[in-house]
């Protein structure tokens, strides 16, 4: 049976672990074929480790498990010319672009939005509002030179779509996305590029289980576990669960990518247990 989106090329940022790996996987399930991008570093200022070129060379073997070719690169998203030549080279080799997925991100402590260091901020908007930009940007001309329409899916989060208290920086890129994503729907729909973003609740990768994310949501425990955390975070779903899998966001991506969601664009799309209506 074709897969759902068989003979396609997608390009991942972020797609070392977490949920860029799991799309990587989720899509080449479906017969694409994947060019995948990733900082494999530490990035100063984030209270997690960072993924690491063994982590992207793991993608690579999984994807290369299910009989898809992969283009894996280390680049960094504040780095346009970087991100250029890997998509190219990406493009060359496997031959078209249709599916952009924005997704590298980062996360950092928490800190009130009148006390938080400059650079800071200015680093959360370079890789996640301006890194997504830049994804866009090198990706767009591949999609409108191929002539086959395109998606570009955008992953912003709950809290692009609503507020949270001591995280400013990344609640203003995360809104600063949806911006981006509304005005490149209407700039790319005549070219039948669609444009959509996804806003997941809590997921269960990298970026929340560790332990400076799990002390604080339980400030109240000196070594809190993934268990202590687990009741903390539920508490911000509908749905009693106290994250999603990071699969959950990649079958939202799959049918954002693929023919099934031909019309849709524009569109702001929570994966969010309940947590936006909350
Ligand atoms: N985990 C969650 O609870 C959650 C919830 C909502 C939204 N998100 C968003 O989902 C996206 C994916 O995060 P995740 O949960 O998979 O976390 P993760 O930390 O496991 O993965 C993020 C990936 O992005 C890469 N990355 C970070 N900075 C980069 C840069 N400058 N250039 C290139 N790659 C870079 C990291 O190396 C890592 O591999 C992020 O945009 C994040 O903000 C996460």
Same mark, same amino acid.
């Given at each position: 049976?074709?897969?759902?989106?068989?003979?396609?090329?997608?390009?991942?940022?972020?797609?070392?672990?977490?949920?860029?790996?799991?799309?990587?996987?989720?899509?080449?399930?479906?017969?694409?074929?994947?060019?995948?991008?990733?900082?494999?570093?530490?990035?100063?200022?984030?209270?997690? *480790?960072? %993924?690491?070129? !063994?982590? $992207?060379?793991?993608? &690579?073997? #999984?994807?290369?498990? /299910? @009989?898809?070719?992969?283009?894996?690169?280390?680049?960094?998203?504040?780095? *346009?010319? %970087?991100?250029? !030549?890997? $998509?190219?080279?990406? &493009?060359? #080799?496997?031959?078209? /672009? @249709?599916?952009?997925?924005?997704?590298?991100?980062?996360?950092?402590?928490?800190?009130? %939005?009148?006390?938080?260091?400059?650079?800071?901020?200015?680093?959360?908007?370079?890789?996640?509002?301006?890194?997504?930009?830049?994804?866009?940007?090198?990706?767009?001309?591949?999609?409108?030179?191929?002539?086959?329409?395109?998606s570009?899916?955008?992953?912003?989060?709950?809290?692009?779509?609503?507020?949270?208290?001591?995280?400013?920086?990344?609640?203003?890129?995360?809104?600063?996305?949806?911006?981006?994503?509304?005005?490149?729907a209407?700039?790319?729909?005549?070219?039948?590029i669609r444009v959509n973003?996804?806003?997941?609740?809590?997921?269960?990768?990298?970026?929340?289980?560790?332990?400076?994310?799990?002390?604080?949501?339980?400030?109240?425990?000196?070594?809190?576990?993934?268990?202590?955390?687990?009741?903390?975070?539920?508490?911000?779903?509908?749905?009693?669960?106290?994250?999603?899998?990071?699969?959950?966001?990649?079958?939202?991506?799959?049918?954002?990518?693929?023919?099934?969601s031909?019309?849709v664009t524009?569109?702001?799309?929570?994966?969010?247990?309940?947590?936006?209506?909350?």
């Open positions: 049976m074709p897969g759902r989106v068989a003979g396609k090329v997608a390009f991942i940022t972020g797609a070392a672990r977490g949920q860029g790996r799991s799309h990587a996987v989720r899509l080449a399930q479906e017969g694409a074929d994947i060019v995948a991008v990733d900082i494999c570093e530490d990035v100063p200022g984030i209270p997690y *480790p960072g %993924a690491t070129e !063994a982590d $992207l060379a793991e993608t &690579v073997k #999984q994807v290369e498990a /299910l @009989d898809r070719r992969i283009v894996a690169v280390k680049a960094d998203v504040r780095d *346009p010319r %970087a991100l250029k !030549a890997a $998509l190219d080279d990406g &493009v060359a #080799q496997l031959g078209r /672009l @249709d599916i952009v997925c924005a997704n590298a991100g980062i996360g950092t402590a928490p800190v009130a %939005a009148w006390e938080m260091d400059e650079s800071v901020w200015q680093t959360m908007i370079d890789i996640n509002l301006t890194g997504v930009w830049h994804t866009a940007k090198v990706a767009i001309p591949h999609l409108i030179a191929g002539g086959n329409g395109g570009i899916i955008i992953t912003s989060s709950a809290a692009g779509l609503q507020a949270y208290q001591n995280i400013a920086h990344y609640v203003s890129a995360k809104h600063g996305v949806v911006g981006l994503m509304r005005t490149l209407l700039e790319l729909a005549p070219h039948f973003s996804i806003h997941p609740t809590q997921v269960d990768t990298p970026m929340i289980q560790n332990e400076p994310t799990w002390r604080l949501f339980r400030p109240d425990l000196e070594h809190p576990t993934e268990a202590d955390f687990a009741p903390a975070s539920q508490a911000m779903n509908a749905l009693p669960i106290p994250w999603v899998d990071p699969v959950d966001i990649s079958n939202a991506v799959l049918y954002l990518a693929s023919d099934e031909r019309y524009g569109v702001t799309l929570p994966v969010d247990a309940g947590a936006v209506i909350k």
